[in-house]
């Protein structure tokens, strides 16, 4: 059994910034990868950022230059540094990885429960 447990999600003003954790516990082989996706009322959830190997980065298109992914793999967590933050991205966050259970030996897919993050004045 693996389980995702996220935080740091909240209320700020545009231009400020927060920081998101995401840590993973449980019947942990390894980690394959780990990420953030986010869904805004309306809309489809969209990738945000994503990490492979604690290396590999991507970022989507409108998040580039204002965010950063990073992962501590001693404490199975990842971070998501958003800055310079727009009421556009006023969504709620979940924490997505790709985790090989103990097990089963096999590799799966794992989603939080999401954090509310909101931009406002």
């Known amino acids: 059994q693996v389980h995702l447990v996220e935080s740091g999600g909240g209320l700020v003003q545009p231009g400020g910034s927060l920081r998101l954790y995401c840590a993973a516990s449980g019947s942990i082989s390894s980690i394959r990868r780990m990420g953030w996706a986010r869904q805004a009322p309306g809309k489809q959830r969209e990738l945000v950022a994503d990490i492979t190997g604690g290396i590999s980065t991507i970022y989507g298109d409108s998040v580039k230059g204002r965010f950063t992914i990073s992962t501590d793999n001693a404490k199975n967590t990842v971070y998501l540094q958003m800055n310079s933050l727009k009421p556009e991205d006023t969504a709620v966050y979940y924490c997505?990885?790709?985790?090989?259970?103990?097990?089963?030996?096999?590799?799966?897919?794992?989603w939080g429960q999401g954090t509310q993050v909101t931009v406002s004045l």
């Open positions: 997505n990885t790709v985790i090989r259970d103990v097990a089963t030996m096999m590799f799966n897919d794992y």
